[in-house]
Nanobody, 131 residues
């Protein structure tokens, strides 16, 4: 099993920055990818970014491109989501998630992922962006 503990988040003014961290423990050697999702009130949860746990593959949603950066530190078993130029519409609960069954994959046309393919989830972290 893998345990994911998130930190970071909070309240920031529009245009500001925040960094979310997701510390993994347990069977981290089984991790294939880590993704960041978010869910705003009244909306469905959506993927924001993802990173392969080894190698160079990353993925960004259209809303995250150019503003967010996903990274990892394998020595610390920690993933990060650096969020810059934050907007009020980025306000949401953010979750990290791990794929240990290789249900997600990168291909020449992009990144295939569905929520059901992520088998471990962090506890969620609120990000609020004020105007």
């Amino acid at each position: 099993q893998v345990q994911l503990v998130e930190s970071g988040g909070g309240l920031v003014e529009a245009g500001g920055s925040l960094r979310l961290s997701c510390a993994a423990s347990g069977r981290t050697d089984s991790m294939y990818a880590m993704a960041w999702f978010r869910q705003a009130p009244g909306k469905e949860r959506e993927i924001v970014a993802a990173i392969a746990w080894s190698g160079e593959n990353t993925y960004y949603s259209d809303s995250a491109k150019g503003r967010f950066t996903v990274s990892r530190n394998n020595a610390k078993n920690t993933g990060y989501l650096q969020m810059n130029s934050l907007k009020p519409e980025d306000t949401a609960a953010y979750y990290c998630a791990a794929d240990t069954r290789r249900g997600t994959y990168w291909s020449g046309t992009g990144y295939y992922s569905e929520e059901k393919e992520y088998d471990y989830w962090g506890q969620g972290n609120q990000v609020t962006v004020s105007t």
